[in-house]
């Protein structure tokens, strides 16, 4: 079975600096989409970054980029200039070849002021 | 651009009552998912539907069911509510399968 690991389940950045959330995936597909979402207390998900397994380049949006190790099966989000709106947890998500969301069990991040 | 929409915001149900979670998408997006979301867990998928046709479930017992309609929304029903069915219930949509999914804000189901 395919699985999605995020072995850090809180972490805390101090305002205006950056922080990295770590991800695992294990899969035999060749071909796949990873996602970061994040979920604020308001509950609403919202999709952060996407990467497709195909491109070599790692995907940027903003203040968001990621580190795609392919070889590694490592997939991890980078926040620059943290903000206080950027609190929430952050599920690591890899799409299947069915097309269907596998979930890690999220990073709640606390941005201190 | 409305986003997906979901209803109802939040219900509550007695043990062994029915469930009816309705969902709309968003203009457009033809695929319709649904996750069962319990709290200080991350989302399991339960089913996935494509142009009105079921083209994924996950691991749930057959006391969860869903439809879509020709205009792409969707149902999600839960029969038989066991207390363990209390959770964040998601739906999702997104153009075609493939593409990248975008979220409702859920709905909250209460078992008592």
């Known amino acids: 079975a395919q699985t999605v690991t995020q072995s850090q389940p809180e972490m805390s950045v101090q305002e205006a600096e950056t922080v990295t959330l770590s991800c695992t995936y294990d899969?035999?597909?060749?071909?796949?989409?990873l996602f970061w979402y994040k979920q604020p207390p308001s509950r609403q998900m919202i999709l952060v970054i996407r990467q497709e397994a195909y491109k070599q380049q790692n995907a940027t949006e903003n203040r968001f980029s990621v580190n795609f190790q392919k070889a590694a099966k490592s997939f991890s989000l980078k926040i620059s200039d943290s903000q206080l709106g950027d609190a929430a947890m952050y599920f690591c998500?890899?799409?299947?070849?069915?097309?269907?969301?596998?979930w890690g069990a999220g990073t709640k991040l606390i941005i201190k002021p | 651009d409305a986003g997906v929409t979901q209803s109802p915001t939040h219900l509550i149900k007695t043990r062994g009552q029915h469930v009816t979670l309705r969902c709309s998408p968003i203009s457009g997006h033809k695929s319709v998912s649904w996750y069962q979301q319990v709290l200080g867990q991350g989302p399991q998928f339960i089913f996935q539907y494509y142009e009105k046709e079921e083209r994924g479930r996950g691991n749930f017992p057959d006391r969860f069911s869903a439809r879509q309609f020709p205009n792409y929304s969707s149902e999600l029903n839960v029969n038989a509510l066991l207390l363990g069915d209390s959770a964040l219930y998601l739906c999702a949509s997104s153009v075609i399968p493939r593409y990248e999914q975008y979220f409702g804000p859920g709905t909250r189901l209460t078992v008592t």
């Open positions: 899969t035999s597909e060749s071909d796949y989409y």
């Open positions: 998500v890899q799409m299947d070849s069915n097309y269907q969301l596998i």
